[in-house]
Nanobody, 118 residues
């Protein structure tokens, strides 16, 4: 099973933008061979929420992020990105990417922290 690593989290002001990256933990792995790459966010003290996925080339979004988040693949960088615009304080969370839709007891790893505040 390919493991994926999320990166690119940072602190931004409300209304700001960030682009997260998801890459295989082993550089030899080809992310384009993974049928579904999913992005989850976990606010402090809460469970993971599926916010976006790219499945067989088709993007899907949770209602809370539709119109603000865009998931896309960059084959040249062997990366799946999550572009997040108009970020709000409710978007503050640790973000993870996974090879498919996974259960809550998935070995999530460290993730990347996104903080939206003044």
């Amino acid at each position: 099973q390919v493991q994926l690593v999320a990166s690119g989290g940072d602190w931004v002001r409300p209304g700001g933008s960030l682009r997260l990256s998801c890459t295989p933990s082993e550089s030899r792995s080809d992310i384009s061979k993974i049928n579904t790459v999913a992005w989850y966010q976990q606010p402090l003290g809460k469970q993971h929420e599926l916010v976006a996925s790219l499945s067989f080339g088709y993007p899907n979004y949770a209602p809370s992020v539709k119109g603000r988040y865009t998931v896309f693949r960059d084959d040249a960088q062997n990366t799946v990105h999550l572009q997040m615009n108009n970020l709000q304080s409710d978007d503050t969370a640790i973000f993870h990417c996974t090879p498919g839709i996974v259960p809550e007891n998935w070995p999530w790893g460290q993730g990347t922290q996104v903080t939206v505040s003044l």
